[in-house]
């Protein structure tokens, strides 16, 4: 079952490195969206400010023909035309300011974004040494018990070993369920009276099976001393298997 939960953390790792990665890449995408924002303003920007120079510079025209009207319907018609260009020049220099303003707040989003960027990077960076250093302590254990089965596994009667990786394979990898309480851990079932003093036989060597999720069952007495504390579970399969 050691063997079981280490497989299953290290089975976790890329889950929790993908998920730091994550984070990292959503602090970026948002930076990136403000700037992104923050150029198209620039770029909205100078359109009006050519918009507003254009509209200007035919208003100087315009003026600069009143010396050759000569009629008064003409007159009225060119101060028309001109009183037009300057609602122009107004509206653009309106739109002109709610670019500027625009640029501004997006100037105070990508400095936020730049901050939470860094910060997000450097909880990141924390995280993943952990993550890295949990992963290389659980890759040694795993070879380290790795290596106990393998001196283990010929040891035990090929039939046993067999009937072992049936159940393996039934239950998701846990086959064995202590008993506590004279119950198996693994599904609740209470322990029949008999099979649960026979378990308890120093000298025992029959393997016992849970009677509902058929794992097999092992029993430890409890710890009353350093020395019982170093003693093996009774049973016929180790616990690291």
Same mark, same amino acid.
């Given at each position: 079952?050691?063997?079981?939960?280490?497989?299953?953390?290290?089975?976790?790792?890329?889950?929790?490195?993908?998920?730091?990665?994550?984070?990292?890449?959503?602090?970026?995408?948002?930076?990136?969206?403000?700037?992104?924002?923050?150029?198209?303003?620039?770029?909205?920007?100078?359109?009006?400010?050519?918009?507003?120079?254009?509209?200007?510079?035919?208003?100087?025209?315009?003026?600069?023909?009143?010396?050759?009207?000569?009629?008064?319907?003409?007159?009225?018609?060119?101060?028309?035309?001109?009183?037009?260009?300057?609602?122009?020049?107004?509206?653009?220099?309106?739109?002109?300011?709610?670019?500027?303003?625009?640029?501004?707040?997006?100037?105070?989003?990508?400095?936020?974004?730049?901050?939470?960027?860094?910060?997000?990077?450097?909880?990141?960076?924390?995280?993943?040494?952990?993550?890295?250093?949990?992963?290389?302590?659980?890759?040694?254990?795993?070879?380290?018990?790795?290596?106990?089965?393998?001196?283990?596994?010929?040891?035990?009667?090929?039939?046993?070993?067999?009937?072992?990786? *049936?159940?393996?394979?039934?239950?998701?990898?846990?086959?064995?369920?202590?008993? *506590?309480?004279?119950?198996?851990?693994?599904?609740?079932?209470?322990?029949?009276?008999?099979?649960?003093?026979?378990?308890?036989?120093?000298?025992?060597?029959?393997?016992?099976?849970?009677?509902?999720?058929?794992?097999?069952?092992?029993?430890?007495?409890?710890?009353?001393?350093?020395?019982?504390?170093?003693?093996?579970?009774?049973?016929?399969?180790?616990?690291?298997?």
């Amino acid at each position: 079952m050691r063997l079981q939960d280490v497989r299953a953390r290290l089975a976790v790792f890329p889950k929790k490195i993908a998920e730091t990665e994550a984070r990292k890449a959503t602090a970026k995408a948002e930076l990136e969206k403000s700037k992104a924002a923050q150029l198209a303003t620039v770029k909205d920007r100078k359109r009006y400010e050519l918009d507003v120079e254009g509209w200007k510079e035919k208003v100087r025209k315009y003026k600069d023909q009143t010396s050759q009207i000569k009629t008064n319907e003409a007159y009225k018609a060119l101060q028309h035309e001109v009183q037009m260009a300057e609602e122009q020049i107004a509206k653009a220099e309106d739109r002109l300011l709610e670019q500027m303003v625009s640029g501004e707040e997006y100037d105070r989003r990508i400095k936020i974004s730049e901050k939470a960027l860094k910060e997000v990077e450097e909880v990141v960076r924390a995280e993943r040494s952990k993550i890295e250093s949990e992963k290389a302590e659980d890759e040694r254990a795993l070879a380290e018990l790795n290596t106990k089965r393998a001196a283990i596994v010929p040891r035990i009667p090929e039939k046993m070993m067999d009937h072992y990786d *049936r159940i393996v394979k039934k239950h998701h990898g846990v086959a064995l369920a202590e008993v *506590r309480d004279e119950k198996c851990t693994a599904c609740g079932m209470r322990v029949r009276p008999h099979v649960f003093q026979e378990m308890r036989r120093a000298n025992s060597d029959e393997m016992f099976h849970c009677e509902t999720c058929t794992r097999i069952l092992y029993y430890s007495e409890p710890v009353s001393s350093a020395a019982t504390a170093s003693s093996a579970p009774t049973g016929s399969l180790s616990n690291e298997t």
